[in-house]
């Protein structure tokens, strides 16, 4: 079982610019270096891999590369117009028999256990396993196949995706799990569910150390 990680660059502006309002562009960057590294640890902790790291706007930043040397993890640059497009590429990157589970890095809920029942139910024969987001979106996409009709033209940032994706599923004759439903950090209503240590370590301007 294959893990891919979606995330961006820790770069203030570019990284969390929904939270920017609330918290500053740089508080925004630190805690997107947080939440990377806690996704990073998170995977291994499952047991599952190989683990690979899609980068936007590219594999070049600093924090990938030490990430990569830390945690012995693959680097790959996102290619494509949307969400979608780089995600169907990764897909489509898995040239082996293994199935695929992708996640992005906002979801400070995920737990190792999570990884572990989404891995489980591809195992078991369903072609998607999917752990949608309080929000109305999804943290986690699991594929045994690139089903690219599950990734076009799709709502992308809006409260539709999971129900979106599931009228999909339907139409097309696919059998798939939601093993649980978390909660990640979009919007700055979000903050006020973090460990109040990391928030004041946040508004201290303290470094989040790889």
Not at 5 to 21: D, E, N, Q, V, Y
Not at 118 to 133: H, I, K, Q
Request: charged share 25%; hydrophobic share 45%.
């Amino acid at each position: 079982m294959s893990v891919a990680i979606f995330a961006k660059a820790p770069i203030p502006g570019f990284a969390k610019t929904r939270l920017s309002p609330a918290i500053g562009a740089e508080s925004a960057a630190r805690l997107q270096e947080w939440l990377l590294v806690r996704t990073v640890e998170t995977v291994f902790r499952s047991g599952l891999g190989p683990v690979s790291l899609w980068c936007a706007p590219g594999s070049g930043h600093p924090f990938f590369g030490a990430l990569a040397e830390r945690y012995r993890i693959r680097l790959h640059d996102q290619g494509g117009d949307d969400l979608g497009d780089r995600m169907l590429g990764a897909f489509r990157a898995q040239t082996d028999a293994r199935p695929l589970l992708l996640i992005g890095t906002d979801c400070p809920s995920l737990e190792a256990t999570h990884l572990q029942a989404a891995a489980r139910a591809l195992e078991l024969g369903s072609d998607a396993v999917f752990l949608p987001a309080e929000d109305g979106g999804y943290v986690l996409v699991g594929l045994r196949r690139p089903v690219p009709e599950l990734f076009r033209q799709m709502p992308w940032g809006s409260d539709r995706v999971m129900e979106e994706t599931r009228h999909r599923m339907r139409r097309t004759g696919m059998s798939w799990s939601e093993p649980a439903t978390l909660w990640d950090v979009d919007r700055p209503e979000d903050i006020a569910r973090l460990d109040g240590d990391l928030l004041a370590a946040l508004a201290a301007s303290e470094n989040v150390p790889v």
